[in-house]
């Protein structure tokens, strides 16, 4: 059975940072672009930066730029999510999804529905 376990999310202050990472199990990541997705209450899941399956090849949403970094070690069979300069308003269920790469080399747009397979997510809180 395919899955994913999310681990790293927890409370920090404005301008700290946090490791996000997302193991999977059941499968192996080789074939598969992962992308992070957040949703914040109230609002819809949005997508905030993906990798390919090589890992040559990244994605950032703006409002993360020069803040985030994704990055997959394949031997690990893990994703993580380097984010730093946290802001309030990245507070959010941060989630991890696999998409079939299908030889592609760079990752499906940042939409849910171009990803098929979703771990439970980890909340991230940050303080002001």
């Known amino acids: 059975q395919l899955q994913f376990v999310e681990s790293g999310g927890g409370l920090v202050q404005s301008g700290g940072f946090l490791r996000l990472s997302c193991a999977a199990s059941g499968f192996t990541l080789d074939y598969y672009a992962i992308g992070w997705f957040r949703q914040a209450p109230g609002k819809e899941r949005e997508g905030v930066s993906c990798i390919s399956s090589s890992g040559g090849s990244t994605n950032y949403v703006d409002s993360v730029k020069g803040r985030f970094t994704i990055s997959r070690d394949n031997a690990k069979n893990t994703v993580y999510l380097q984010m730093n300069s946290l802001k309030p308003e990245d507070t959010a269920v941060y989630y991890c999804?696999?998409?079939?790469?299908?030889?592609?080399?760079?990752?499906?747009?940042?939409?849910?529905?171009?990803?098929?397979?979703w771990g439970q997510g980890t909340q991230v809180t940050v303080s002001s």
């Open positions: 999804a696999a998409a079939w790469a299908g030889g592609m080399p760079t990752c499906p747009p940042l939409l849910s529905r171009e990803y098929e397979y």
